[in-house]
């Protein structure tokens, strides 16, 4: 019979019994040590965080865009750039190693948006911005969004930024 405490108080201690309990079934070895309900919720668990990682890659890059779009102020603006160029590469890699979450992107564009757009308000009301300035539903696409190439302008700027 597996200890179930274990999991709670020593969760890297857990992770190696279960995992030499599973090698032991699937070597054809009969193992009681298995704690089946934990396993099954940290396997959930470990998909849940892949989404969760990449909403959150989404999250800055938003967040980033939005500074560009609203900010004026002039000398961040490249840092901004790259940074949202850091974030679109780790978002690629992590949505290349985990395709199962291509379908759920629009959704966590909603989501993430929301978040993105508080963000960017607090991080830029020194600079005059409000959240009522900034719209409510993303103005970006996915493919903008996962363009390495595009960039937000600032509206008085038009196409020069």
């Known amino acids: 019979m597996p200890d179930d405490r274990l999991h709670d ?8 019994v279960q995992a030499a309990a599973l090698r032991d079934i699937a070597q054809g ?3 009681n040590a298995v704690d089946w309900e934990n396993v099954i919720e940290e396997i959930e668990s470990l998909g849940s965080e892949q989404e969760h990682a990449l909403e959150s890659h989404l999250i800055v890059i938003l967040v980033h865009m939005l500074k560009l779009a609203h900010s004026p102020a002039d000398l961040p603006r ?8 850091v974030q679109r590469t780790a978002f690629e890699r992590r949505l290349r190693r985990n395709p ?4 759920l992107l629009s959704g966590l564009l909603v ?17 005059g911005v ?13 493919d903008q969004i996962r363009d390495f190439d595009w960039f937000p302008v600032r509206p008085a700027d038009g196409a020069k930024d």
């Open 29 to 31: 070895r009969r193992s």
């Open 130 to 142: 409000k959240l009522s300035d900034i719209p409510e539903t993303c103005p970006y696409t996915l």
């Open 78 to 85: 490249n840092k901004w750039r790259k940074e949202i160029k």
């Open 100 to 103: 199962g979450l291509k379908p």
């Open 111 to 127: 989501d993430a948006y929301g978040d993105a757009r508080r963000d960017a308000a607090t991080l830029l009301e020194d600079e």
């Open 9 to 16: 108080v020593d969760f890297y201690t857990w992770t190696k």
